[in-house]
């Protein structure tokens, strides 16, 4: 008997610790009974770390929960969004109930509104109680459940930032509301909704009116996102609304990539450490969270510099690479290289020298920096330029 | 100790019911080393059960499995796409290794081919062991490991029937070797390629070249489709991707919707369920495994029936629905339907009586079984 609590209980942790998913039960006094939930924590969750992460409500969790969990997964994979906690809502035969609307206004009501409020005021606390959460939320609704989630566009105090209305099936006047709510807020929200050529006709219809009225909106508050698939219906456009509106939620926060370094860092207008510094605040901003400056986005902002033969920006950066990197010898290089091109071959030399003291970068070794100290050695050799010692000295006492 | 019983067993079906991906660890001997997968069984998977399951291999598996799975979960739940077996196998450490071609003939060599051989001599086998799996077999890649999913095309005969590459990473003279094979085919294949505007440049060029190769092909037997997407990068591009290629693969699969019942079902010659039956035949012959009934095609049927008063279809079709969910209300209300459109409201009545007691399908509950019988019960004194 012993043997067989043993296996169960060695299944136990590895159904745990492998996959990721808990099957939560939340007993409630707005609804007066319990609630199932999924939820999945990101991989190698720390309870006792102070990183935040998002958290998003998918709502009819029962058949919503695994696509949006797997785009998560893809997306945190390459650091494409932070990582998340996702957290389903089982509804089953509530639904009805839980999406109950006054069919007028197309707002909760009776065991809507209690719904609703279990979500805001019992479920939402639970979670931040429980779990390291961040101040960002995104609601992912379909069907009933994407008009319901706009309920919460009308409270004072915004319970989500964001909202994913995947083919939502609008009631009463709440569609036209939701507009003029957009254009009112001074916080930043993101709006995305979706339909699709074969979607239910009456639906469908309401969504394009909508997304005129939406489209009208003017606020910067507001970031609005809209799609109209091709050749999907109103279940299969699903999975492919998740992918848009998660890409588009989460799109400041992904690494630097190719197109955003020609489009947006080359030329930008003023120096290249501000796009950098301006772009890591907007994300703690928005999402809450603090994300560090690699190495990696210094580098290739710097080849940015170089090929607009920015030497400001290229200090500036070395600048910046010296505050966030101390350790390693990235900071100091561009400092030396912007000093070499400006001609000043001295103050180039000693900051060269200064580098070989610290740790190598990830492209760039001590191997490296010794040649470049030997064919400054070779010009310095004809040369009797007069340098201002002064000036490496601030240069480096700012570190 | 009979609860603590009731209690593992709870825990092992509600483990099923929430298609739970299962970690597994494989002993290879090509490889010599142990190898990690992940598994999505589908919801209420029944080892006992005869029907199989299309098999879905996905390369990259640490990061490309869960999108699969999640999207496969999504659509077979609401019955656009079969239950599917997803097998992701994890690459991150031996990528590279695994991927490995010939700088001469571009084909796998040394570790590659002991890639290559761990799929198709270990890998497969020992799935087919485990699980229903059948013949069906679908295989996903993503850049490096999207161009050694063509490797398995090359074999005398394929062990994929369809193949879907993200963004490949195209080794050199793949392209016009995909186009030589993908011709020659003799059976059917699928096959789905995709970049997007924002792709990796050098990657995104060799897909446009290697698409304008494919997309020449006159053959009936390759089902080629091809996307190009707008405002999204290397990665984006996958999300977008996956639905698009579940849909093409599974297209014939798809319930009847309002095209199909216009252009085809409404016109059909012979009979409303002869049409279902050959489509439920042309299913099993193309993929290798049997459709179950859906209600939405049952729906179908019987208006198309109602339609062209086909009466006969119509008792057909009742009674296959009876032998097919004995529990369910449906049969009744087809039966129902039957005898009263032929005038006998007598046994019509007895069908929504007797179906009053059986289980509420999607579309038919007490309600309307009780609005079918009062109305059956007016016409008989009538």
Same mark, same amino acid.
């Given at each position: 008997?012993?043997?067989?609590?043993?296996?169960?209980?060695?299944?136990?942790?590895?159904?745990?610790?492998?996959?990721?998913?808990?099957?939560?039960?939340?007993?409630?006094?707005?609804?007066?009974?319990?609630?199932?939930?999924?939820?999945?924590?990101?991989?190698?969750?720390?309870?006792?770390?102070?990183?935040?992460?998002?958290?998003?409500?998918?709502?009819? &969790?029962?058949?919503?929960?695994?696509?949006?969990?797997?785009?998560?997964?893809?997306?945190?994979?390459?650091?494409?969004?932070?990582?998340?906690?996702?957290?389903?809502?089982?509804?089953?035969?509530?639904?009805?109930?839980?999406?109950?609307?006054?069919?007028?206004? &197309?707002?909760? @009501?009776?065991?809507?509104?209690?719904?609703?409020?279990?979500?805001?005021?019992?479920?939402?606390?639970?979670?931040?109680?429980?779990?390291?959460?961040?101040?960002?939320?995104?609601?992912?609704?379909?069907?009933?459940?994407?008009?319901?989630?706009?309920?919460?566009?009308?409270?004072?105090?915004?319970?989500?930032?964001?909202?994913?209305?995947?083919?939502?099936?609008?009631?009463?006047?709440?569609?036209?509301?939701?507009?003029?709510?957009?254009?009112?807020? +001074?916080?930043?929200?993101?709006?995305?909704?979706? *339909?699709?050529?074969?979607?239910?006709?009456?639906?469908?219809?309401?969504?394009?009116?909508?997304?005129?009225?939406?489209?009208?909106?003017?606020?910067?508050?507001?970031?609005?996102?809209?799609?109209?698939?091709?050749?999907? *219906?109103?279940?299969?456009?699903?999975?492919?609304?998740?992918?848009?509106?998660?890409? +588009?939620?989460?799109?400041?926060?992904?690494?630097?990539?190719?197109?955003?370094?020609?489009?947006?860092?080359?030329?930008?207008? &003023? *120096?290249?450490?501000?796009?950098?510094?301006?772009?890591?605040?907007?994300?703690?901003?928005?999402?809450?969270?603090?994300?560090?400056?690699?190495?990696?986005?210094?580098? +290739?902002?710097?080849?940015?510099?170089?090929?607009?033969?920015?030497?400001?920006?290229?200090?500036?950066?070395?600048?910046?690479?010296?505050?966030?990197?101390?350790?390693?010898?990235? &900071?100091?290089?561009?400092?030396?290289?912007?000093?070499?091109?400006?001609?000043?071959?001295?103050?180039?030399?000693?900051?060269?020298?200064?580098?070989?003291?610290?740790?190598?970068?990830?492209?760039?070794?001590?191997?490296?920096?010794? @040649?470049?100290?030997?064919?400054?050695?070779?010009?310095?050799?004809?040369?009797?330029?007069?340098?201002?010692?002064?000036?490496?000295?601030?240069?480096?006492?700012?570190? | 100790?009979?609860?603590?019983?009731?209690?593992?067993?709870?825990? !092992?079906?509600?483990?099923?019911?929430?298609?739970?991906?299962?970690?597994?660890?494989?002993?290879?001997?090509?490889?010599?080393?142990?190898?990690?997968?992940?598994?999505?069984?589908?919801?209420?998977?029944?080892?006992?059960?005869?029907?199989?399951?299309?098999?879905?291999?996905?390369?990259?598996?640490?990061?490309?499995?869960?999108?699969?799975?999640?999207?496969?979960?999504? /659509?077979?739940?609401?019955?656009?796409?079969?239950?599917?077996? =997803? =097998?992701?196998?994890?690459?991150?450490?031996?990528?590279?290794?695994?991927?490995?071609?010939?700088?001469?003939?571009?084909?796998?060599?040394?570790?590659?081919? /002991?890639?290559?051989?761990?799929?198709?001599?270990?890998?497969?086998?020992?799935?087919?062991?485990?699980?229903?799996?059948?013949?069906?077999?679908?295989?996903?890649?993503?850049?490096?490991?999207?161009?050694?999913?063509?490797?398995?095309?090359?074999?005398?005969?394929?062990?994929?029937?369809?193949?879907?590459?993200?963004?490949?990473?195209?080794?050199?003279?793949?392209?016009?070797?995909?186009?030589?094979?993908?011709?020659?085919?003799?059976?059917?294949?699928?096959?789905?390629?995709?970049?997007?505007?924002?792709?990796?440049?050098?990657?995104?060029?060799?897909?446009?070249?290697?698409?304008?190769?494919?997309?020449?092909?006159?053959?009936?037997?390759?089902?080629?489709?091809?996307?190009?997407?707008?405002?999204?990068?290397?990665?984006?591009?996958?999300?977008?991707?996956?639905?698009?290629?579940?849909?093409?693969?599974?297209?014939?699969?798809?319930?009847?919707?309002?095209?199909?019942?216009?252009?085809?079902?409404?016109?059909?010659?012979?009979?409303?369920?002869?049409?279902?039956?050959?489509?439920?035949?042309?299913?099993?012959?193309?993929?290798?495994?049997?459709?179950?009934?859906?209600?939405?095609?049952?729906?179908?049927?019987?208006?198309?029936?109602?339609?062209?008063?086909?009466?006969?279809?119509?008792?057909?079709?009742?009674?296959? =629905?009876?032998?097919? !969910?004995?529990?369910?209300?449906?049969?009744?209300?087809?039966?129902?339907?039957?005898?009263?459109?032929?005038?006998?409201?007598?046994?019509?009545?007895?069908?929504?009586?007797?179906?009053?007691?059986?289980?509420?399908?999607?579309?038919?509950?007490?309600?309307?079984?009780?609005?079918?019988?009062?109305?059956?019960?007016?016409?008989?004194?009538?």
């Amino acid at each position: 008997m012993r043997k067989t609590i043993l296996l169960v209980f060695t299944y136990l942790i590895f159904a745990f610790s492998t996959a990721q998913v808990t099957y939560k039960e939340i007993s409630s006094a707005s609804l007066n009974s319990e609630r199932k939930l999924k939820i999945k924590l990101p991989k190698n969750y720390n309870p006792d770390s102070d990183v935040k992460h998002p958290v998003i409500i998918v709502f009819d &969790g029962d058949y919503l929960f695994e696509p949006v969990a797997g785009q998560v997964d893809f997306q945190t994979y390459f650091d494409d969004m932070p990582s998340s906690i996702v957290v389903g809502i089982m509804q089953g035969e509530d639904r009805f109930y839980d999406a109950y609307y006054d069919p007028a206004t &197309g707002l909760p @009501t009776e065991s809507g509104l209690r719904f609703h409020n279990f979500v805001s005021d019992e479920l939402l606390p639970y979670l931040d109680k429980e779990y390291n959460t961040s101040k960002f939320r995104v609601a992912v609704g379909h069907d009933r459940m994407g008009n319901f989630i706009n309920s919460y566009l009308f409270k004072e105090d915004l319970s989500f930032q964001a909202y994913v209305c995947i083919s939502p099936d609008f009631v009463g006047s709440l569609s036209s509301f939701v507009s003029k709510r957009l254009t009112l807020f +001074k916080d930043d929200v993101f709006y995305y909704m979706a *339909t699709s050529e074969k979607d239910m006709p009456q639906i469908r219809e309401n969504i394009l009116v909508t997304n005129d009225e939406i489209k009208a909106v003017d606020n910067k508050h507001l970031t609005y996102y809209f799609d109209d698939f091709n050749g999907e *219906t109103h279940y299969t456009l699903v999975t492919s609304a998740i992918s848009r509106s998660f890409d +588009k939620i989460f799109d400041i926060y992904t690494p630097l990539r190719e197109k955003e370094l020609e489009e947006k860092v080359l030329p930008y207008e &003023g *120096t290249l450490d501000q796009y950098l510094v301006d772009r890591y605040n907007r994300i703690e901003k928005l999402f809450g969270i603090e994300k560090e400056i690699s190495e990696e986005e210094l580098e +290739k902002v710097a080849k940015i510099a170089e090929q607009r033969e920015d030497l400001q920006s290229l200090y500036k950066l070395g600048k910046l690479a010296n505050k966030l990197h101390p350790e390693t010898l990235l &900071g100091t290089y561009y400092l030396a290289q912007s000093a070499e091109r400006l001609g000043k071959t001295k103050k180039a030399k000693k900051l060269y020298e200064s580098a070989l003291v610290l740790e190598d970068a990830l492209n760039i070794d001590k191997e490296y920096i010794a @040649t470049k100290i030997e064919e400054l050695n070779v010009v310095l050799v004809d040369l009797d330029d007069d340098i201002d010692d002064e000036e490496i000295e601030e240069d480096n006492e700012e570190k | 100790m009979k609860n603590f019983y009731s209690l593992v067993i709870v825990f !092992f079906i509600v483990l099923n019911i929430q298609a739970q991906a299962i970690y597994k660890t494989i002993d290879s001997e090509r490889l010599g080393e142990k190898r990690e997968l992940k598994i999505q069984l589908p919801r209420n998977y029944d080892p006992d059960e005869k029907q199989s399951y299309p098999l879905i291999i996905v390369l990259d598996g640490d990061y490309l499995f869960e999108p699969v799975a999640g999207n496969i979960d999504y /659509q077979s739940y609401w019955e656009d796409i079969p239950d599917c077996i =997803v =097998v992701g196998i994890n690459q991150a450490d031996t990528r590279s290794n695994d991927l490995f071609y010939d700088t001469e003939s571009y084909f796998p060599k040394d570790s590659g081919a /002991q890639f290559y051989e761990f799929i198709s001599a270990e890998l497969l086998p020992y799935v087919e062991k485990n699980y229903k799996a059948s013949n069906f077999r679908i295989i996903f890649g993503h850049d490096l490991s999207a161009n050694f999913i063509n490797y398995f095309l090359f074999k005398d005969s394929p062990l994929f029937r369809a193949y879907v590459a993200f963004s490949p990473e195209l080794a050199p003279e793949m392209g016009t070797r995909l186009q030589q094979r993908l011709s020659e085919m003799t059976q059917e294949v699928f096959y789905y390629m995709a970049t997007s505007d924002a792709d990796i440049k050098t990657l995104r060029a060799s897909t446009l070249e290697t698409n304008a190769l494919i997309s020449t092909i006159e053959n009936d037997q390759l089902l080629y489709k091809f996307d190009d997407f707008d405002d999204a990068n290397h990665y984006a591009l996958v999300g977008r991707g996956i639905p698009k290629a579940l849909n093409e693969i599974f297209g014939l699969f798809k319930p009847i919707n309002a095209k199909e019942y216009k252009e085809k079902l409404l016109p059909y010659e012979g009979l409303s369920f002869d049409y279902l039956i050959k489509k439920y035949e042309d299913i099993e012959h193309f993929y290798g495994f049997e459709k179950k009934l859906i209600e939405n095609d049952i729906r179908a049927i019987a208006a198309a029936s109602n339609k062209k008063e086909d009466l006969e279809s119509l008792e057909k079709l009742a009674k296959l =629905v009876k032998k097919e !969910f004995p529990d369910s209300m449906l049969g009744a209300y087809y039966l129902g339907m039957y005898y009263e459109k032929e005038g006998n409201y007598k046994k019509a009545l007895l069908q929504y009586k007797g179906g009053l007691l059986l289980q509420p399908s999607q579309s038919v509950d007490k309600e309307i079984m009780l609005e079918k019988m009062y109305d059956a019960e007016e016409a008989l004194n009538n």
